[in-house]
């Protein structure tokens, strides 16, 4: 049965065919071809290149268009530009971006533009053609891509269109939490507590930062025992994919981004825990495999209800891990190389969030500080007559 009119269907050997109309000039008459794979996903960019391809020119008309000075190509429908787009992203992107950029062109971009070719792309069409009832996260994604998709149709078929005004969004940015002091000790209580592979793997978290992903795909190869440092070379999530059974497989890929590949130097404590743990399995939390995130998570917030917390996302950790660290005195720009981040100006914005209890103590020493300069009775005298 062909999907969404597509003419693509699931054939009975498990392979999924797509046919396209060709015309036959011998037979001078309409037929068909087909493409075939894999997955549906997979046929369905197959289908599209060989129809872009029927489109496309022949020798013979560049030929003629070159000798008569460059004739500019015909405008064409935005969403095959976009559907050529995409083929483009899966080939140089990572695979969770194209991810991504293909689901919020299927299920917000692709319908609603489907009869609208490239030219006709305006900020007041757009205005009408996007629901209004969707988040500003998720309009920011559908913005982001018409102006890429714009970008490389113009490129390519010199079409003039200019990009797309973004709207203004006034998202309120969500504060970051991190453990207090009180409640760090609570559950550092429970983890010492039956350590488990579990537990070692949250107590690594508080001590290094690292992300969910990162901790499920670190590998024995990535401890140095002897330098007492930790590499971060890849991570693992959970992403859509086309033709399984499920929506999504867990797959193993490049860190977030360049600056995500570190190296953390490790507390002879954190050594000595881990060679406690050391086993034959490749990962060091997933044994012959990358350890499931949400295994991990239901096990975090299993531990968190056991030490009498609050309920909290695994996220919290990394938070609290470079609040720790600010408060403790280390240097902004070390932090963000810790963490993993591009630059520092995401360190401070995202992360860094000193206490009360710090400010406060910030505030009793600038007071203490103008007090010595001043002289302790004169200064006393100061306060009397301001009183």
């Known amino acids: 049965m062909a999907r969404h009119g597509e003419n693509i269907r699931k054939r009975t050997d498990g392979r999924w065919e797509g046919r396209y109309p060709v015309y036959n000039t011998e037979k001078k008459k309409q037929v068909y071809r087909s493409v075939y794979g894999k997955t549906y996903e997979e046929v369905r960019e197959k289908l599209y290149t060989q129809k872009n391809m029927l ?52 299920n917000h971009i692709e319908n609603a533009f489907s009869d609208i070719m490239l030219s006709e792309i305006t900020d007041i069409l757009v205005s009408e053609k996007i629901s209004e009832h969707i988040s500003d996260n998720t309009l920011k994604s559908i913005y982001c891509i018409l102006n890429q998709v714009i970008k490389y149709a113009t490129q390519k078929y010199f079409i003039t269109v200019p990009c797309l005004d973004k709207p203004v969004f006034h998202m309120k940015k969500k504060p970051v939490n991190a453990l207090v002091q009180k409640d760090q000790k609570k559950l550092i209580l429970v983890l010492y507590k039956e350590m488990n592979l579990f537990k070692m793997a949250i107590l690594l978290c508080l001590f290094t930062g690292l992300r969910l992903g990162e901790l499920c795909a670190l590998k024995w190869i990535d401890i140095d025992f002897e330098n ?16 399984y059974k499920t929506k999504t497989i867990l797959m193993e890929t490049v860190p977030k981004s360049a600056y995500s590949c570190r190296e953390i130097p490790l507390s002879a404590t954190v050594i000595e825990l881990l060679f406690k743990f050391k ?34 996302n695994f996220h919290i950790l990394r938070h609290t ?46 007071s203490g500080f103008y007090g010595q300069i001043y002289g302790q009775t004169g200064y006393k005298k100061a306060l009397v007559i301001s009183i």
């Not at 295994?295 to 609050?310: D, N, P, W």
């Not at 932090?335 to 009360?356: A, C, D, F, K, W």
Request: glycine residues 6%.
């Open 55 to 106: 489109k496309s020119p022949s020798k013979l008309t560049i030929l003629n268009e070159n000798r008569q000075s460059t004739k500019m190509q015909k405008d064409i429908l935005f969403t095959d530009a976009a559907r050529e787009w995409l083929i483009t992203v899966k080939g140089e992107k990572k695979r969770s971006t194209y991810v991504k950029y293909s689901l919020v062109f299927r």
């Open 228 to 243: 007492k440092t930790l590499s971060v070379n890849r991570t693992v999530q959970r992403l859509y994919a086309e033709g």
């Open 279 to 312: 086993s034959n399995g490749e990962y060091v939390f997933g044994g012959n495999k990358p350890l499931e995130p949400r295994k991990l998570q239901y096990h975090f917030k299993k531990i968190l209800r056991e030490a009498k917390l609050m309920d909290a």
């Open 321 to 366: 891990f470079a609040t720790n660290c600010i408060e403790g005195g280390t240097d902004v720009k070390s932090l963000s190389e810790l963490l993993g981040h591009s630059n520092v100006q995401i360190t401070l914005n995202r992360y860094v969030h000193p206490t009360m209890d710090v400010k406060r103590q910030y505030m009793d020493r600038l």
